[in-house]
C-alpha cells in the first residue's frame, strides 16, 4: 500500500486518538489501552514499509505520548486473574469465532467419520480403541455394568490423570499449529474419530443412551475444550499464513499471543471436566434427570463463556470507542 494511501485509510483515527490524548476529560484506562494497541500496530506497519517518513515520525510521537498517559493513569489490577477471564479474554477471543467455528465443523465431521467407519468395517473401533479397551468393555456389558471403566481408579488419581492427559491433548492442538495448521487438524481428525467410533460401538450394543448420559457428564467440557484448543492452534497458524498490514513476524507474535490466552482460559475447564469424571460420571446410577441437568449446564456455560459473552463484550467496547469519538 502506498504511504498516501495508507495515511488516507486511517487518519480519522489518528485524529481521533489525537483529540483523547489531549483532551483535558477522563478517560478509562482500558479505553486508551485498546486505542493505544491499533496506533502501535500502525507504527510497526510505517517502520516496516515507510521507514523515516513523516508517517512513521508521527506515530511514533503518538504512540510515545500514550504511552505516558497509560502508564502513568492506569492502575494495575488488585485482581489481574479476575481480570483476565472477565474482561481481557472475551474481548479478544470474539475476533476467533471463525477459528473456532472451523474447529467445531473439522471435529464434528471426523466424528461422523469415525462412526460411519465403524458401521462399516468390523475391525475400526479395534483398531481406534485397541483390543484391550474394547474386550474389557465388552466383560462390563456381560456384567451388567458398561461403564465400570469410570470406578476403576480411585476418586482423586482418576481426577489428576485424566486432567492432565486432556491438558496434554489441548497443548499439542495448540502447538501443532507450528505446522500451518495441519498438525491441529490432525489432533482434531483422531479425537473425532475415536468419538465417533467409540459412540458407535455403544449404539451397536443397544447402550447408546446409556453411554451417552454417562459419558458426556464429564464430556460436554472436555470435548469442547480440546475444539477450543484446536480453534488455538488455528490463530497460531492464521498468524502464519495470513499476516494481513503486519510483517509476517509480527503476526506470527500476534497469533502466539492470542493462542496462549485461548489455551490459558481453557485451564479451568479441563480442571472441572476432570472433577467430573473423577468424581460424578461414575455414579452411574444417578437419574437421568440429574445427569441431563448437569450436561445442559455445561454446555450452557461453554456456550456463554465462549461465544455469548464475548459478543456481548464487543457490543460494549463498540459503544465505548462509539462515545469516544464523539469526544
Known amino acids: ?16 486518538f489525537e483529540n483523547v490524548l489531549n483532551n483535558k476529560g477522563r478517560l478509562h484506562p ?57 474482561t481481557e479474554f472475551p474481548s479478544m477471543f470474539h475476533k476467533h469465532h471463525r477459528e473456532l467455528l472451523i474447529s467445531f465443523l473439522v471435529f464434528t465431521f471426523f466424528a461422523v467419520v469415525g462412526a460411519f467407519s465403524a458401521a462399516n468395517e468390523g475391525d475400526f473401533v479395534r483398531s481406534i480403541l485397541g483390543n484391550g479397551y474394547v474386550n474389557m468393555t465388552l466383560e462390563n456389558i456381560e456384567k451388567g455394568d458398561p461403564m465400570a471403566v469410570y470406578k476403576q481408579q480411585g476418586e482423586f488419581n482418576m481426577f ?72 488455538a492452534g488455528l490463530v497460531l497458524a492464521n498468524g502464519m499464513l495470513f499476516p494481513g498490514t503486519f510483517t509476517r513476524l509480527e503476526s506470527f507474535k500476534r497469533g502466539v499471543k492470542n493462542g496462549l490466552k485461548i489455551m490459558i482460559s481453557t485451564v479451568p475447564f479441563f480442571i472441572v471436566a476432570g472433577f467430573l469424571e473423577g468424581f460424578v460420571t461414575r455414579h452411574t446410577e444417578m437419574p437421568d434427570w440429574l445427569a441431563i441437568i448437569i450436561i445442559l449446564a455445561s454446555l450452557t456455560l461453554i456456550i456463554f463463556y465462549y461465544i455469548i459473552y464475548p459478543i456481548q463484550i464487543k457490543k460494549k467496547n463498540q459503544y465505548a470507542n462509539a462515545e469516544i469519538h464523539r469526544i
Open 30 to 86: 482500558d479505553k486508551l489501552s485498546n486505542l493505544y494497541i491499533e496506533i502501535t500496530d500502525h507504527l510497526s506497519y510505517a517502520k516496516t514499509f515507510y521507514p523515516n517518513s513523516n508517517t512513521q515520525f508521527y506515530l511514533n510521537s503518538l504512540a510515545s505520548q500514550a504511552h505516558q498517559k497509560i502508564y502513568k493513569t492506569k492502575r494495575e489490577s488488585k485482581n489481574r486473574i479476575v481480570s483476565f477471564w472477565k
Open 160 to 231: 489428576l490423570g485424566i486432567t492432565i492427559n486432556n491438558i496434554k491433548v489441548a497443548i499439542y492442538a495448540f502447538a501443532y499449529g507450528i505446522f500451518l495448521g495441519i498438525g491441529t487438524l490432525m489432533v482434531l481428525l483422531q479425537n473425532g474419530i475415536m468419538l465417533g467410533s467409540f459412540q458407535y460401538f455403544f449404539y451397536e450394543k443397544g447402550l447408546l443412551w446409556e453411554s451417552a448420559r454417562t459419558i458426556w457428564i464429564h464430556g460436554t467440557i472436555e470435548i469442547s475444550v480440546i475444539i477450543i484448543a484446536g480453534c
Open 1 to 16: 500500500m502506498r504511504e498516501a494511501a495508507f495515511v488516507k485509510q486511517n487518519k480519522d483515527k489518528w485524529a481521533a
